[in-house]
Nanobody, 127 residues
Framework: QVQLVESGGGLVQAGGSLRLSCAAS????????MGWFRQAPGKEREFVGG????????SFAESVKGRFAISRDNAKDTVYLQMNSLKPEDTAVYFC????????????????????WGQGTQVTVSS
């Protein structure tokens, strides 16, 4: 059974950094486009960023552009979300997701394009 398992969440002060990891239990990880989403209390799940299956393309929501970075290590079947200059409004549960049939080397933005989701990890940024 294929699973995505996030780790690395926690409590950090505003201006600090965290790195989230998402480990996938699949032998075809290098053909899966990966994305990160977040959901704050009382709000809808929103796209944070994505990385293509090759790792050559990334995309980010405007709210995190310039502060967050995504990378992947296909040898370790793991994708990372590096979050810098964190703000209280970044507080949310963060989910990684995998699109197992991406169009070419795309970075999907829409939640419905993803086939598998992790359980989420809490990130709390204090002011």
């Amino acid at each position: 059974q294929v699973q995505l398992v996030e780790s690395g969440g926690g409590l950090v002060q505003a201006g600090g950094s965290l790195r989230l990891s998402c480990a996938a239990s699949t032998r075809i990880f290098n053909s899966v486009a990966m994305g990160w989403f977040r959901q704050a209390p009382g709000k809808e799940r929103e796209f944070v960023g994505g990385i293509s299956r090759s790792g050559s393309r990334t995309s980010f929501a405007e709210s995190v552009k310039g502060r967050f970075a995504i990378s992947r290590d296909n040898a370790k079947d793991t994708v990372y979300l590096q979050m810098n200059s964190l703000k209280p409004e970044d507080t949310a549960v963060y989910f990684c997701a995998g699109d197992f049939w991406p169009a070419d080397d795309a970075t999907p933005w829409e939640a419905h394009e993803y086939d598998l989701w992790g359980q989420g990890t809490q990130v709390t940024v204090s002011s």
